[in-house]
């Protein structure tokens, strides 16, 4: 952690245009509430502004066009990169020293000088490392798995035999990568297993969550695109296909030899059967049950999902079935009356 920076200075390595002092000492990032004199904080939107007036804090990262909050300030159209930027100058990854862990058992397998393997971990005959990666406290790596450069592999994470994994990727704690898909072929009133022999491939800068599983194909790749962020407790099948900088929040399940696209966002609890394409820049609203093929561009909601706006109608009549109901009651006693009156 730096001990302190001046905000000219800070501005500039975060990318931020300064108003104000730009000799004005900063010691780390804090919350409004919670920041000190010494201390930067962050306003994204003007309803926040009224907070920064009781703030303590010496300075703040303020969005473009946001009134002045009458302290020094760093302007900038998108505030929480600027946040996360500063997150990173005063607390950085802690470091790791260069070496296998005496407790680590490594043989047969090529480990960059550079590379940092913690207590207990074991990798299997074959497996790669690169330089500048560090692999904490009891991972598990397959035979013949590959890691990159400069990739965190966090504590007891498996990555199971034949996984290959890009550049600068982080998989946190209780992640298993490479595990068998779920492939069963039916036998009378039998299940067989149908060996899964494929492998996952993890591209460059990926970030996996914690407790997901990402399985092995049965046949080729599964395969998790550059960039792409998976929250925890996410379950990807077997011979999925997922583009580049696609987000998958947590909870979400998506099912077998599915193809997602790039930049797609798939909101918490959502539900994908297997065997669809979902095209890139879609958007599927939380608890979404996806069940047949999404156009690119498309923003979809409801189980099954449906075009946001259609969702949206449903709701609204959802909302006035009591309504509607008392309407059909009045028109019914109206018909019958009608029929009676002619009936005499």
Known sequence: ???????????????????????????GVRG????????????????????????????????????????????????????ARALTIFHPAPH?????????????????????????????????VGSGTVLEAQVFVGTDARIGRDCRICS???????????????????????????????????????????????????????????????????????????DNLVQVGHNVQIGQDTVIVAQVGVSGSTRIGSRVTLAGQVGVVDHVNVGDDVVVGAQAGVTKDIPTGSIVLGSPAVPHREFKRQLATIARLPELAKIIRALEARLKDLENRQAH
């Open 32 to 83: 409004l509430e919670d920041a000190g004199p010494e201390e930067l904080t962050f306003v994204t939107e003007e309803r926040y502004l009224a907070g920064l007036q009781d703030s303590r804090a010496a300075a703040v990262i303020l969005a473009t066009g946001l009134s002045s909050p009458g302290r020094p300030a760093l302007r900038t159209p998108n505030v929480y990169l600027a946040l």
């Open 96 to 128: 790791m020293r260069p070496g296998v862990h005496p407790t680590a058992v490594a043989v047969g397998a090529r480990i960059d000088p550079q590379a940092s393997i913690g207590p207990l971990c074991v990798l299997q005959t074959g497996v790669e």
């Open 156 to 230: 007891q994470v498996t990555l199971r035999e034949g996984t290959w994994v890009g550049d600068r990727v982080t998989i946190h704690s209780g992640a298993v990568v490479g595990a068998d898909g779920f492939g069963f072929a039916r036998d009378g009133a039998r299940y067989v297993k149908i060996p899964q022999l494929g492998r996952v491939v993890i591209e460059d800068d990926v970030e996996v969550g914690a407790n997901v599983t990402i399985d092995r194909a049965t046949l080729g790749e599964t395969r998790i695109g550059r960039g792409t962020k998976l």
């Open 1 to 27: 952690m730096e001990a302190m920076v001046r905000l000219g200075e800070l501005a500039g390595r975060i990318g931020c245009t300064l108003e104000g002092d730009g000799g004005v000492e900063i010691r």
